[in-house]
């Protein structure tokens, strides 16, 4: 049996350097069914509007830090076109290949409000000039002083709101991400890293330790299918 009393982060194979493009790709296809089934566009939509955001005429800007293939940046800019919010959902990554990646998806949906670029969440400088800044399925990626320092960062750099949504480490969840890997995607890389992924991931408790210690105070966390959770935090 798995003990998963505590993290264990171990390697996953999306972190390393020279990945073969293919499977790259695969993963980065996996990742988004598996982020669509999970309803995370709309749950973060939903935290985004809890927090006021949407209240004003203004355009809103939001950033997706670690954003992947650009999925969840995507489907926000989806949801805003049907519900006729002005919104610039954007996303940076680390990888070259998923900035790549993402940018050709937002041009095969015709969604012209979304830009993606280049960007270490950790050593680069964050910009400034967005309303919410938020991550999802990157914190449990991150030792505990490297969390902090992103959560910290994130929490200066935006103008109104921090999300963080991410796996909760229990045995249901560890479940839940081995059968849908293998449902979901015939990726070997996303079957391999899911439940790499829950075993790295943090409790709620856990979660609501680190915001505090990053100065997040007031983080609110609310957990959600299937068995993940969502971070919320305002600037007063």
Known sequence: MISLARRDRRPEVMDQPGLDER?????????????????????????????GLFDASAPVRVLDVACGGGDVALGLAQIARRDNVSLEAHGCDVSPLAIEHAQAAAQRNGITSAHFFQLDALEDPLPTDYDAIYCTLFLHHLAEPDGLKLLGRMAAAARRVVLVDDLVRSRLGFALVWVGSYLLTSSPVVHTDGPLSVRAALSIREARELAERAGLQGATIRRHWPERFLLGWRKS
């Open 23 to 51: 499977l790259h790709h695969q993963a980065l296809e996996g990742l988004r069914r598996g982020n669509l089934v999970s309803n995370t566009a709309r749950v973060l939509w939903r935290g985004l509007n809890s927090a």
